[in-house]
């Protein structure tokens, strides 16, 4: 193989394909990256952990056609210390040469036969959606989901659409976000991707700059169209929680209103205090009373009190919630709308929102009182 590539393009699409690389002891040719070029002028980059794929094509000059495989992290650490405009990628006796104007470089691949046969892209209805309101709702919701892996059912985002709607939804039990946004379309989807798929989809949204994403779902993968860029990835099969049932299930009889603004300041003072809490870590105990909500926290060694004015209807109530819980979800809210926060009793959930929005809210369980 020889070809002349943009160095900075090369290095970007590097980087596009290596977020679905992870380190893999037992078949090492997955922890690198394959390339190959297509006709006289293109170089296809791809990169997999079996379950998760992203091919990009970028252009290039082709002299002699081929393949190869080889580890990227030391590629890429080169490419960025250089500063040729264009450089030539050689690949001869098992090495890959790439030439500057001053220099070249040898680098070491692997036997590309050996590398898995994964395809790139599924054939499926596909939905037109804005690139940046996508990555924009995934940010909104992944938070509420799982960490763990030992729970793949709620270690995912919910995708669906339906009724001219594309809705959102995560949860790890303890809370629940939802999210749906207006689109075009008469097919329905119902999909559970994966969280490092979700965060994979991210950096690629928010790293491309063409205006349109495509997506399609077939059987068990779903595949993501930005530009040159696809992001291919199994889903989760298991059966992702009722969440519609669950907010129609839960009922409210107090309501407080109160300026985002102030009430995130407040907040993360609060963190500060409880984010190490022995007892119940990120809990402060929230009391209502003659439109003031104060706000307590404590740790080991010290302790807040915080008060802030509120509008609310029902009873006084006093309740200890997770803070930092709060905070993940509030901190997307539109700032020059208050919060209206639903509520029943102590040991009830609550649920937060935007004034005069329902369509994007948060379910979250409150913590235990303690004396």
């Given amino acids: 193989m020889n070809i002349r590539v943009d160095r900075g393009e090369f290095l970007k699409t590097l980087k596009i394909a290596e977020k679905a690389i992870s380190e893999n002891k037992i078949r090492p040719i997955i922890s690198c990256m394959y390339l190959e070029t297509v006709g006289e002028d293109k170089l296809v980059l791809k990169g997999t952990n079996l379950e998760l794929t992203i091919t990009s ?19 890429e650490e080169y490419l960025k210390e250089i500063s040729d405009k264009e450089i030539n990628l ?16 040898e680098f070491t691949v692997m ?26 709702m995934l940010e909104k919701t992944k938070f509420a989901a799982s960490v763990s892996t030992d729970n793949l059912a709620i270690n995912c ?10 809705k959102m939804a995560a949860s790890d039990t303890y809370r629940l976000v939802y999210l749906e946004e207006d689109i075009q379309c008469d097919e329905e989807m119902k999909v559970s991707i994966p969280l490092n798929t979700v965060d994979a989809v991210i950096k690629t949204l928010r790293t491309l700059n063409d205006e349109e994403l495509k997506f399609s779902f077939k059987e068990n993968q779903i595949s993501f169209r930005i530009g040159n860029t696809v992001i291919l990835s199994r889903v989760i099969g298991l059966a992702f929680p009722d969440y519609k049932g669950i907010m129609k299930a839960v009922s409210y009889n107090k309501q407080i209103s109160v300026d985002v603004n102030e009430f995130i300041k ?24 003659e439109g003031k909500l104060n706000i307590n926290g404590v740790s080991e060694i010290a302790k807040i009190n915080e008060q802030i004015e509120v509008e609310h209807t029902g009873e006084d109530i006093k309740i200890s919630l997770n803070v930092r819980f709060l905070l993940d979800f509030i901190q997307y809210l539109d700032r020059e709308k208050r919060l209206i926060i639903d509520l029943l009793s102590s040991s009830s959930a609550i649920n937060l929102r935007n004034e005069d929005n329902d369509r994007y809210s948060y379910i979250a369980m409150p913590l235990a009182l303690r004396d």
């Fill in 157 to 166: 985002v919910r995708l669906e659409i339906e009724e001219n709607k594309i």
């Fill in 90 to 105: 050689v690949v001869t006796d098992n090495l890959l040469i790439i030439e500057t104007s001053d220099s070249a470089s």
């Fill in 57 to 75: 094509e970028m252009p290039c000059q082709v002299s002699e056609g081929g393949r190869a495989v080889f580890s990227y992290q030391l590629v």
């Fill in 111 to 136: 036997d590309s036969e050996e590398y898995p046969k994964v395809s790139s892209e599924i054939q499926g209805e596909a939905h037109r959606f804005s690139r940046e309101k996508f990555a924009e």
């Fill in 266 to 289: 407040v907040l993360k003072r609060v963190q500060i205090f409880v984010k190490n809490n022995a007892e119940s870590k990120y809990s402060a105990v929230f009391s209502l009373s």
